[in-house]
């Protein structure tokens, strides 16, 4: 089992920038899929940006390309999700998740943090 630790989420106004982070125990990321998920009250949890073992290819949500970056660095063993041009639609908690399959998908993921608030105004 991986622990995953998320960070970085807050309030900003539309059109602002925020940096989450998800830190994981140990070194996984050339054996897992990570990705980044939100959820909303109500709502079904929607996958926001995955990247592949070992971070040579990436996917994201139609809903946030060319917004949001996913990274990691494996020395520090942290993800993150870089967040520009944020809109009131995007406010939800966000979950940072790991699994086997590279895709986005929550059912191919089985390890998730505890989630982090982004909320944002217009």
């Known amino acids: 089992q991986v622990q995953l630790v998320e960070s970085g989420g807050g309030s900003v106004q539309a059109g602002g920038s925020l940096r989450l982070f998800c830190v994981a125990s140990?070194?996984?990321?050339?054996?897992?899929?990570m990705a980044w998920f939100r959820q909303t009250p109500g709502k079904e949890r929607e996958g926001v940006a995955a990247?592949?073992?070992?971070?040579?290819?990436?996917l994201y949500a139609n809903s946030v390309k060319g917004r949001f970056t996913i990274s990691q660095d494996n020395a520090k063993s942290t993800l993150y999700l870089q967040m520009n041009s944020l809109k009131p639609e995007d406010t939800a908690m966000y979950y940072c998740?790991?699994?086997?399959?590279?895709?986005?998908?929550?059912?191919?993921?089985?390890?998730w943090g505890q989630g982090t608030q982004v909320t944002v105004s217009s």
């Open positions: 998740a790991a699994g086997r399959v590279f895709w986005l998908l929550p059912a191919e993921y089985y390890d």
């Open positions: 140990g070194s996984i990321y050339d054996n897992y899929s």
């Open positions: 990247i592949n073992p070992g971070g040579g290819d990436t």
